[in-house]
């Protein structure tokens, strides 16, 4: 049985469980480490990267979260600052990750708060291919500066990775969860784990 969480310890959780709702799954908030047990699905969302990553720490998040990734039986999707935590390398200063997706990333790298802007992407992948482009909101965003040789690109701006997976591991540099466009999330609930 699917069961689906969004990690709730700060940033932008609720948006990514009404994405859920919307496509008739119950997911639920995950803030301890019992939360995690029996899930198949786990959103890492966006937010500050540093200040995640500590709250993980502190309630001792990692070492089930990575165990149970590693044992095949959760599927993660990283958005934004969640991208940032799943990836392997980020270029330059950067919270410690749990490195389980073949990327390397750069924070902030469109610029500030007020750079933050909404754009159409084109989708790369067939499954996600609806004749329409996606729609990316970046708020202080990352970008993929380089992604490894098992890695799926699904959708690029201006050429350049904004979504990718490699098997059990899902990004975006982007906030899918605040458009009413939910391909990715049930791309992701596709994939099972
Ligand atoms: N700039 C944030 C970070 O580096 C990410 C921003 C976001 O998640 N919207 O953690």
Do not use: W
């Not at 799954?25 to 480490?33: D, E, K, L, S, T």
């Not at 979504?163 to 791309?187: N, Q, V």
């Amino acid at each position: 049985m699917m069961r689906v969480g969004v990690l709730a310890l700060q940033g932008a959780s609720a948006p990514h469980l009404e994405a859920f709702a919307a496509l008739g799954v119950a997911a639920v908030a995950v803030r301890r480490a019992e939360d995690l047990a029996a899930l198949t699905h786990l959103v890492i969302p966006g937010g500050e990267s540093t200040t995640i990553r500590h709250l993980i720490d502190l309630f001792g998040l990692e070492k089930p979260l990575v165990a149970s990734f590693r044992a095949g039986t959760l599927a993660i999707f990283g958005t934004c600052a969640g991208a940032i935590l799943i990836s392997n390398d980020v270029a330059g200063q950067a919270p410690r990750r749990f490195g389980l997706l073949d990327a390397t990333l750069a924070r902030n790298a469109y610029g500030t708060q007020v750079d933050s802007f909404d754009a159409p992407l084109e989708v790369v992948a067939d499954r996600l291919d609806d004749g329409n482009p996606l729609r990316g909101t970046f708020i202080r965003a990352p970008r993929i500066l380089a992604v490894g040789p098992r890695v799926e690109v699904l959708a690029t701006r201006d050429g350049e990775p904004v979504a990718i997976r490699e098997g059990r591991a899902m990004a975006a540099t982007f906030h899918p969860e605040l458009s009413a466009d939910l391909r990715l999330h049930r791309a992701f609930l596709a994939q099972g784990t």
